[in-house]
């Protein structure tokens, strides 16, 4: 372990684990970073192993992605966040995505037999691949990346890898169609995470919170939201996810909220869900990459302390 220091008291070189191999668009990402992306990076095979490397102490930081604009959350990173680890997330970082395909050189379109990549990249290119390539074999890849330098490292006439511009260039793959996903503006959301040390509050924040049901009974999804909806809190995301170690059909609910945990609102809402669920998980409050604030919210916050210093005043009146 290289220190128990957060983002705020960082070490002059971080180490950071992020999904490998080099060439990935999570690589791209965490460079962007000045402060964490210049540090001792090591690249690892699936995003459990570099969740598990930050909780072991092995490494500083964690870097992966889990939200993509075309296909959602990644929801292998919110499982491992909600069920398999206690860290926080610190950090969003947003990356334009661009998807190549990529090949050893010599190779053609019209010879294509197997395509490699991760699955969420494989979906982002539905449409070119059922126009251009209907016969073709999609087989999974744990990265990106990876995919191409399985292709290069074991070439096999006819295989294909969905990549990163910079990966194809890195592994020495010929690039056979440039910008093949479905949709301009893909982008991906990464996230930072540590053991512990939440960045203080920026005023545009997001939070994330894990909540499991006491029962499973009418009514308890309206329950939970109508914490956040008396307080006027935005949700930028409400997800139900399979407990894993229950029964079919047993789920909770993953909620990306606005605001901070500092906020009094926010505490507020967390600490009355808390009462009336039993379990509730806070995985980080971070700042949004936007930097936007919800207006709503804004207001509700005015409100509120305007609430709490009418009460307080009330307060003061009671006889001791």
């Given at each position: 372990m290289k220190n128990d220091q957060t983002p705020q008291g960082r070490p002059d070189t971080p180490s950071?684990?992020?999904l490998g191999p080099f060439g990935t668009f999570t690589e791209q990402a965490l460079r962007s970073q000045a402060d964490v992306g210049g540090g001792e990076l090591t690249p690892m095979r699936t995003v459990p192993d570099v969740l598990d490397?930050?909780?072991?102490?092995?490494?500083?930081?964690g870097f992966v992605p889990i939200e993509n604009s075309i296909e959602g959350m990644v929801n292998f990173t919110l499982d491992a966040l909600a069920f398999d680890h206690e860290l926080v997330v610190i950090r969003e970082v947003v990356l334009d995505i661009h998807l190549c395909l990529a090949a050893t050189p010599g190779t053609t379109l019209d010879s294509l037999t197997d395509?490699?990549?991760?699955p969420v990249a494989t979906a982002q290119c539905h449409r070119y691949l059922r126009e251009h390539l209907p016969e073709v074999t999609m087989r999974a890849a744990p990265s990106t990346a990876g995919a191409a330098k399985l292709i290069a490292d074991d070439p096999r006439p006819g295989f294909a890898a969905i990549a990163p511009r910079v990966a194809a260039d890195?592994?020495?793959?010929?690039v056979l169609a440039e910008d093949i996903e479905d949709e301009e503006g893909n982008q991906t959301r990464f996230v930072l995470?540590?053991?512990?040390?939440?960045?203080?509050a920026s005023g545009h924040d997001r939070t994330g919170l894990v909540v499991f049901q006491r029962a499973d009974e009418p009514g308890s999804l309206i329950s939970i939201?109508?914490?956040?909806?008396a307080r006027r809190i935005n949700?930028?995301?409400?997800?139900s996810r399979p407990i894993k170690d229950g029964g079919l059909g047993e789920y909770?609910?993953?909620i990306l909220a606005e605001g901070h945990v500092s906020d009094d609102l926010l505490a507020d809402a967390m600490r009355a869900l808390h009462a009336k669920q039993g379990s509730v998980k806070w995985f980080g409050s971070w700042p949004r990459a936007d930097g936007q604030v919800h207006d709503a919210r804004t207001h509700a916050d005015e409100r509120w302390r305007n609430a709490d210093d009418w009460l307080a005043d009330i307060r003061r009146r009671v006889s001791g």
């Open positions: 950071v684990a992020f490397a930050v909780s072991a102490g092995t490494v500083d930081y395509v490699l990549s991760i890195l592994y020495g793959l010929e995470v540590s053991r512990d040390g939440a960045p203080e939201l109508q914490e956040f909806a949700l930028t995301h409400l997800i909770c609910f993953i």
